[in-house]
């Protein structure tokens, strides 16, 4: 099989999965979050932030960014259609983010092997300025999302 050939099966394989995914993920839809791109490692996610997902200072809650930012490693890792879920995961917060904003979440892998990967999240907003910096490792339980043709 040729590279191009295995490049597109590898895309269709992760969009597939992507489908079983959020198929799913019922907190995802709740919050609007979208998927806006997935390819093999990597998702880019979006959300709008609407007025119940502030806090008392009138920012978006730090919760609901780590949710966003959670969600885009979610996909990312799971592209591969191998059952993948979070072992560690940390953020930074940078900036706040206010109600009527549209948060993006680009999640881009750094290192992957057989059990283990480490990803990288970053979080903005419509002005491109950084909201958060995420980091997650994943950990590979048995199955996998969608069964292979």
């Not at 881009?108 to 950084?130: C, H, K, P, S």
């Amino acid at each position: 099989m040729s590279d191009g050939n295995k490049s597109a099966q590898a895309q269709r394989l992760a969009e597939r999965a992507a489908q079983a995914l959020c198929a799913n993920d019922t907190t995802s839809r709740h919050l609007g979050i979208r998927l806006v791109e997935i390819r093999p490692g990597y998702a880019r996610m979006a959300m709008l932030v609407r007025a119940d997902m502030v806090n008392g200072h009138h920012i978006c809650h730090g919760g609901m960014v780590f949710t966003l930012a959670d969600t885009a490693f979610a996909y990312s890792c799971n592209s591969y259609n191998d059952n993948t879920v979070a072992a560690t995961a940390s953020i930074d917060f940078l900036a706040p983010a206010h109600e009527g904003d549209e948060l993006t979440a680009v999640a881009t892998e750094l290192w992957r092997t057989r059990r283990n990967g480490i990803y990288e999240i970053t979080v903005t907003n419509q002005r491109d300025e950084r909201i958060a910096l995420f980091r997650g490792r994943s950990y590979r339980i048995d199955g996998q999302l969608v069964s292979v043709e």
